[in-house]
């Protein structure tokens, strides 16, 4: 592709050098340049991006041809001037790629807490319905049935839009996407033709990035007024909403695409009645404007529940019939790091859960005292260099939920970990608990949480879910809480049943 060509995707630009030069792809990383590429200098994000036309004479280094600029850089070479870097690559993406998203139907999924295990549903429903599917999120992207992992949740649009191409070029149908409001903000997402859009729930989170919950939540609402403005009776567009969340009336505000709800305690369009949870899972009767069915599920909470409705909602909307979403939610055991059981043989239970906000551990931890026979035995930490100011809230209600609470480390970034557990104290000694222990590493927290358990006792491992690394001050390890707890746990019953 030319320069010019990409240069005339712009009403508004000047440009510099020959156009005629041939680019072979685009970048915002100049580390991860290729011969002929095409870099962008996107401006800096305060604590979270350096500015990248600081990095401009070492992308032409590694093989840059070009440059897209917001401001001149002392080189030499071919440069696309625009008002907008950020949004600039993201419409040079699309095309680059020809547009992907148009020849497939794009499901994003956005919420402060749900994301991933709402994305897992819907696509394990439309792939067992006979849909090629593709799937990008926080576990990964999946790609023609292979998994790929990726470092953040919403990917940047060089990469996202490659993905996209990949997927359509193995047939894929329907692509079900997590959107952080990260990624929103960013404009990540822009170019992205979005068929569905659906709202899970809205709680505090990420206030390091927004600085303010209003903030946080209008880049959700992003999402939903994407949608488009317009109707065609070809490209019908749908939000998908959760009837009971306090935000709801802003959400259904901002789209002018169909509303489809879901709810448990509203007046909904699919909705969950009769509910009876236990350690096991989770039985209610569905009720939903295609008809209504009994359901089992083998997940825990009712937080999956919501998560569930969802994901039926979606699979309505494609006309995939009750029966058939059925089947497919009876079967889905467990998604990775979410209420995640760790079974070793032991007598008591041990769960894996990604929660860390204030609002999700609260739920995992209700859910947890409504079957727990005995003691809840919690273990969390809280990342550095995020949001500190849910640090306080989350110990509060570890105390209100946990007969026994471990904090450990989580990330920390280049926070000192024991500043982050003092603020997590905090909450614990504004509620008078005193029955808790302090420990910096986090696989002896681990550890000491599972040799406290007693027979029928609850441990909840919470904060990294499926993470596979924690983040210190100098370096990243490889360390993922299941892996702990299974190899201690599978230890502790070998040695227990030499002693017989």
């Known amino acids: 592709m030319k320069l010019r060509e990409i240069a005339n995707l712009f009403m508004i630009k000047e440009t510099q050098g020959n156009m005629d030069v041939d680019i072979t792809g685009l970048q915002m990383d ?8 095409l870099f962008v200098c996107v401006p800096a994000i305060e604590g979270f991006l350096e500015d990248r036309h600081l990095f401009a004479a070492e992308a032409i280094k590694n093989g840059a041809v070009a440059l897209v600029v917001e401001r001149d850089v002392d080189i030499n070479v071919p440069k ?11 419409v040079i993406a699309s095309h680059f790629y020809n547009y992907p998203s148009d020849e497939m139907k794009l499901i994003g999924i956005t919420g402060t807490n749900g994301k991933t295990t709402t994305s897992f549903i819907i696509e394990n429903i439309f792939s067992d319905y006979g849909f090629n599917t593709g799937l990008m999120g926080n576990n990964g992207v999946k790609i023609a049935q292979q998994m790929y992992p990726t470092d953040i949740n919403t990917q940047e649009p060089p990469i996202l839009q490659a993905n996209l191409r990949k997927m359509r070029d193995y047939n894929t149908d329907y692509c079900v996407m997590e959107v952080s409001s990260q990624g929103l903000d960013m404009g990540r997402v822009t170019g992205c033709n979005f068929r569905t859009a659906v709202f899970t729930n809205l709680t505090q989170d990420h206030l390091d990035y927004h600085h303010s919950f209003d903030e946080y939540k209008d880049a959700k609402g992003l999402l ?9 009776g070809k490209d019908m567009k749908y939000a998908i909403l959760n009837a009971d969340d306090s935000h709801f009336e802003y959400f259904k505000k901002v789209t002018s695409a169909e509303i489809i709800t879901y709810g448990i305690n509203n007046q909904s369009d699919v909705t969950a009645k009769s509910i009876r949870m236990t350690s096991q899972g989770i039985h209610f009767l569905l009720n939903t404007f295609k008809g209504y069915v009994e359901l089992d599920l083998q997940l825990i909470g009712r937080f999956n529940v919501y998560n569930a409705l969802a994901g039926i909602a979606a699979a309505l909307v494609e006309g995939i019939p009750l029966e058939s979403i059925k089947r497919s939610l009876s079967q889905i055991k467990s ?3 979410r209420m995640e059981i760790i079974d070793e043989g032991q007598d008591f239970l041990v ?20 079957f727990a026979e005995s003691n809840v035995i919690t273990v969390f930490g809280c990342g550095g260099d995020r949001d500190k100011a849910k640090r306080s809230i989350m110990g509060e209600i570890a105390s209100n939920y946990s007969n026994f609470v ?16 003092d603020d997590i104290e905090k909450g614990l000694k504004k509620m008078d608990f005193s029955n808790y222990e302090v420990l910096v590493n986090r696989e002896e927290s681990i550890k000491r949480a599972i040799n406290m358990a007693n027979s029928k006792d609850v441990v909840i491992i919470a904060g990294k ?3 596979t690394y924690q983040i210190l001050e100098d370096k990243t390890i490889g360390f993922d809480d299941r892996v702990i707890a299974r190899n201690y746990l599978f230890n502790s019953m070998v040695n227990l049943s030499n002693e017989f």
């Open 30 to 37: 100049s580390r991860k340049i290729e011969q002929g590429n």
């Open 465 to 467: 879910g499926h993470e």
């Open 406 to 421: 471990v904090i450990t480390s989580d990330n920390p970034r280049s926070e000192d970990p024991l500043k982050i557990i």
């Open 351 to 370: 769960l894996v859960d990604y929660a860390h906000t204030p609002d999700a551990l609260e739920n995992v931890l209700k859910t947890v005292k409504e």
């Open 80 to 90: 696309l001037f625009v008002k907008d870097a950020r949004r600039a690559m993201a």
């Open 224 to 232: 939903f007024s994407k949608l488009g403005n317009s109707f065609t």
């Open 335 to 337: 998604i990775d790091g």
